[in-house]
């Protein structure tokens, strides 16, 4: 339901662009009724030679989108769109419009539109998938744990199907999915997740958080899918950050906060900021997954995500370029932004939605929606810089120098034992903190708390 087809575009001639065998390519590009029209134009004059079907239909669309309940714990508004759930739904939107797809079709590809594709997705179409009812990436780096809240899960009414489910298990995404159409639709995944999504809705606290199609079906698959290789998922390009867990990851590798600083990234309290991706040196797909999408950054953003460079794509001159040197291993990085622009000519694919009708206004939430949080990361970075400017400021305010050259927090010791109406309350050489200036004679006095005091009082001197 995207006005903005660069994505899907770059997607396709990528994909075009990495097979030996194009010519076996159908694309098919689901979207509203409203946009189908344009897409078409859009995709016979940008797309020459490429087959693409359109579909658009409007009674499943409204089906889909009944099952869905946003919550802000989701995330972004835009991952409520029913064609956030489309891959779980191809056979009802192809089987009334496509041309090609019919009841022998065996198999299915389905890929979001925020990726680039730099292998041949025929390799993955005829592999043996065992049985399976899907094929995808996991992911180990993040568990089931983090998109699921087991506290909930269990407070459910028993229903067999949860018990199984380990919060320790590796995660999968669907940004690149393999179908096998039969055994998908005899195992009926699609009306599990449906399942899963009325569970959702009933449930009194948030049964999944951090998106919305991804966790029902990872709940439904439950880790009956085949595994691709992980070169099929370089994924988080498009990402805000990396977590405390990806980030020691990365400083596993060897990268230092030199290293780090040269990309532009910084070291924060819940990790690194931006991105840094180092799997797309050799990958096969490029998922832009995250709130930092190309076509939607300012120009002004400086700290995007980073990319080690394809080796496919050494040929092309990028804008920046960063070589790091990491034990005796050097790699060459880029803007994740830039490898997707390399498939995107000058064109006319993206228009403002028209804001005086309820849909165009309702567009244009979404869109500003989506940019906010693209460019998060300059909101973020200022706040970052005002907290520095305090600290900064309240650190120079304590580095003032006192009586005697001291200052606000310095740990001193009592040069001689110190008395309090003629009693002896401090031993000397006991430590104390420098706590300010004394309040009646501040040019000559200092106020210190110190560690002991023999009286038991916690008061300063």
Known sequence: DDSDFRPAVVAIRSAVASARQPERFVFHFITTPDLSVRFARAARLQLPGIHVEVHADEDVQNTIQSRIEFRSSAGRKGLASAFNFAPFYLPLFLSQSSETYSAQTRRLIYFDADIVILGDLADIFDMDMEGKPCA??????????????????KTLPYLGDTEEIDPGSCIANRGLLLIDVKV????KLT???ELWLERYRAADGELW????SQPPWLLAMNGNYMRLNADWNCNSLGRHSMDPTEAAQLRKMGFEEE????LRVETTSWGLVPYVVTCSSTAKLLHYNGAMKPWLLDSDTVQVPVC??????LEYKFNWVQEVDILGTTYTFVTCSEIWALFLADDLLYSEPANNTAEGAEEMEKLADAKTWANKINADREKRQKDREWREKQLAERRKKLAGGYYIGQTIQAAHDISVRGKVVVRKNCEGVVQGPSLNHPTERLNVLFKERRDKKTRSI
Request: aromatic share 10%; with cysteine.
């Open 136 to 153: 995808a990436v996991p992911y180990c780096h993040q568990k089931m744990a983090k998109y699921i809240n087991f506290n909930v899960l």
């Open 184 to 187: 998908w639709s005899s195992l």
């Open 191 to 193: 009306e599990s997740i």
């Open 209 to 212: 958080v951090n998106g919305m």
């Open 259 to 262: 290293h780090l600083t040269s």
């Open 308 to 313: 080690t460079m394809p080796k496919s794509l």
